[in-house]
Structures are given as structure tokens and as C-alpha cells.
């Protein structure tokens, strides 16, 4: 038995209305904000320092929020440590394929698809608390059991906490592009972050990505192409149509009506190299 919960066989009772009104609660030094909700740093100082993809978010927490992550965090909630490995099956109460999504927003993307998909269940982690209420908030709503919330580092999650070929996907919708030159080696998805995740994802699983900053749609072509644990499902190579499954986002709404050009990548993890025979 692990130390993550299984999933309840009813959902919690439903989540107090969205109220829009923020939370304002005087915390003593050294209280934690949500006292069972998800923790600050999960990993604490176990693991080196190195340049991260993300930058943590200050925005305010409505009650509708803070209730779900008081309530539900500690029913489909995961923190970060990178002090275990996941049984993905014990997490969702099932053997069903899992797809991990890296950063969610406010998660509604997130919950269409995992409405849309109920046989699939969908690992979704970021590091904004907002979005990871919303997100509880959305999967309580809609009756989604198939939606487990994880708050941290991603490449401690891909790299410490889940076996090797566990996957069957993984998306990457909208990530910060860094669009400084000197920022550059911030963007996430770099030739490294691409042999972790390989080692992860199950010989034909997908990854898709998706931006509208142009230069680091190319950018992702470019190393996704170039490294051999993948291919490009578009024949001929290039940039694939939106999927149907991809919900169009308020925000991808936003850049599309300022000009934005917006570039869908999908590709497959490759079958493993036989190894030579020894001796």
C-alpha cells in the first residue's frame, strides 16, 4: 500500500459555489496556506538546483478554490516529493492507460477532455494554486474520477516517481516560450527533457505539444525531429492539424483573435532498440 490515497468510490459531496471572492486569512509565521491542501515545496532541498521551465505565480485563491483544495487534496491530490515511486494504478483505483499533462492553467481544457475520454486517465501537474483548485473543483463537478491533480516539478515526477513506460501520453499545451534569447534554456521541451520522458512513455505512446509563440513551435519540430525515441505522426513531417480532443481554450481564443498563429506537434514514442546479444 502506498501512500496515496485510492480513489473514492463516490465522489465527495459537491464543492461550495464559485463565489469569485478571495480569500483572506491571517496565517501565523510558518503556517502553511492550505493546511491540507497542497505544500509549498514538496521536494524540499532533496534535489539539486538547476534551471527550472516555470516560475511559481502569485495570484489570489476565491473560497470556491480554497474549499477544493481543503476538501479534495487529499483524495485526488499528489505533491512532488520524488521520494517514491507511484503505483499508478493504486492512484486511479484502476489499470486504465494514464496521460500526464504538463502545466493545466485553470484546468478547463483539462477537465473537457477527461470528460470527453473517461477510459483514459489524466495525470495534470502545475504549480499554480488557483489552477489546482479550479481543476478540483471542475473533476468534483463533473463526476471525474479519472483526474488526479499534482503539485510540483514535473521532471522530479517523470524522473523519481514514475516507472519506466507507465505513460501512454503526454501533453504539453501552451508552455511558457521564454521568448528572450537568453531565456532560452528555460523552455521545457529541450532534447534532454525528451530522453527523460522517453524512458516514461510506452513504445508507441503520443506526445503532443501545442503553442502560439511561432519560434518555439519550431523550436520543438526541430529537437522533437531530431531525437531518435520519436517520430512525427504527420507524414512528410511538419506541424499537425488541431485534433478534435483539443479543446479550443478561452485563451488560445484570445491569441487567435490578436493574429496568433497556432501550431499543433504530434508525435510517437518508438519502439525500443533491441539490445546486441553479449558474449
Keep these: 500500500m502506498s501512500d496515496f490515497h485510492r480513489a473514492p468510490e463516490a465522489a465527495p459531496q459537491p464543492a461550495a459555489p464559485h463565489t469569485g471572492v478571495s480569500v483572506r486569512h491571517t496565517r501565523t509565521k510558518g503556517e502553511p496556506r492550505f493546511p491540507d491542501g497542497p505544500k509549498a515545496d514538496p521536494a524540499g532541498s532533496h534535489f539539486e538546483r538547476r534551471i527550472r521551465s516555470f516560475q511559481p505565480r502569485r495570484s489570489r485563491v476565491t473560497a470556491g478554490q480554497a474549499d477544493a483544495l481543503q476538501r479534495l487534496w487529499p483524495v485526488w491530490g499528489l505533491d512532488i516529493d520524488g521520494q517514491r515511486v ?86 504539453v499545451y501552451f508552455p511558457d516560450p521564454w521568448p528572450k534569447k537568453r531565456h532560452h534554456k528555460r523552455r521545457l521541451i529541450q532534447p534532454e527533457f525528451l530522453t527523460l520522458a522517453a524512458t516514461r512513455l510506452a513504445p508507441g505512446a503520443f506526445v503532443h505539444c501545442a503553442t502560439d509563440w511561432e519560434p518555439y513551435a519550431e523550436q520543438m519540430l526541430e529537437v522533437l525531429t531530431a531525437h531518435p525515441d520519436f517520430e512525427n505522426s504527420v507524414p512528410g513531417g511538419g506541424f499537425a492539424p488541431r485534433p478534435a480532443h483539443r479543446p479550443l481554450t478561452r485563451f488560445e481564443g484570445q491569441g487567435l483573435d490578436k493574429g496568433h498563429v497556432v501550431n499543433d506537434l504530434l508525435f510517437h514514442r518508438v519502439q525500443h532498440k533491441e539490445q546486441p546479444p553479449t558474449g
Design 86 to 171: 507511484i503505483d499508478l494504478g493504486e492512484l486511479f483505483g484502476n489499470s486504465r492507460p494514464v496521460v500526464l499533462e504538463i502545466g493545466f492553467g485553470m484546468g478547463e481544457a483539462t477537465a473537457q477532455m477527461a470528460a470527453a475520454d473517461q477510459d483514459t486517465n489524466i495525470l495534470a501537474v502545475d504549480v499554480h494554486t488557483p489552477g489546482q483548485g479550479n481543476l478540483l473543483g471542475l473533476a468534483e463537478r463533473d463526476g471525474l474520477a479519472n483526474v488526479r491533480v499534482a503539485n510540483g516539478d514535473a521532471i522530479i515526477l517523470l524522473r523519481e516517481m514514475l516507472a519506466p513506460d507507465s505513460l501512454a501520453g503526454l501533453r
